[in-house]
């Protein structure tokens, strides 16, 4: 927000393409422990089955299988209204400002608009990422993910149902919605990546998993979003959250049954 107007458009497309990750990952190498996690596996006739390192809990293959598969639904049906907003955002300030236009319509997003927009995709993600961690320690991760996706429902709908809603609202309720999608960031990274269920091959596959979905399903979720109709939009992403928090409800229950660590 503060270099765009300074530097312009190319210049702010370099500066935010400088490499700045390259120093961390580097240090990595020298700062993370060289032994892996370790693992015990248990062989009992023709199953094989791997324990946690704390040797508590025998974990079947196909209960591991099952997490990655749960997983990466819920991590999917996030992504859609998290990473579809990217583009719906500036839609509705396009939208809000052909409305306004006394004259002749101006797509332009103003400047003072380009902070509505750090603070909906900028701010939002810091204090969902704070909170989730925070939640990840006290509530059981698929209530708290069910939870802030029935959350989330409820700012959507009053979007879809308010055609007139003031656009201060608008952005107001998809930032509420980006802060409940970026803390279930947390809690589904840490079961997408727990050393402690997964063998490290099973681990691996889970991890590869998680990112083709996040980043598969986000370049979807902005396809939607700049193609379809705002109405079609808002009832994609009302459609995907109610999907989330029913699923959440289910996995709940199925965990009850048979256990894949969702607790």
Known sequence: YFFLENVGWRGFVLLSSIPLLVVPLIAFQFFLPNSPVPFITVTSGSRSTTTAPTGNATIPISAMVTRIILVNLLTSLRQIPYMGSILFVPRIL????????????????????????TLVF????????????????????????????????VAI?????????????????????????????????????????????????SVGIDATARYGISALANGLSSLLPTEAVLTVFLGDLVLQMLLGIVIYFLNQKVDFGLN
């Open 157 to 205: 709908g009053l979007i879809r149902i308010s055609p007139d809603m003031d656009v201060t609202a608008v952005l107001v309720c998809l930032g509420v919605v980006q802060i409940m999608a970026s803390s279930q960031g947390t809690p589904l990274a840490i079961l997408a990546a727990d050393s402690t269920f997964f063998t490290p091959f099973i681990l691996t596959l």
């Open 122 to 153: 900028g701010v939002t993600h810091v204090v969902g990422r704070v909170l989730g961690y925070i939640a990840f320690k006290r509530v059981s991760s698929i209530i708290y993910i069910s939870a802030t996706a029935a959350i989330s429902t």
């Open 94 to 117: 396009e939208h809000f400002n052909v409305k306004m236009a006394s004259e002749s319509p101006c797509h332009a997003i103003y400047g003072h608009q380009f902070l509505y927009i």
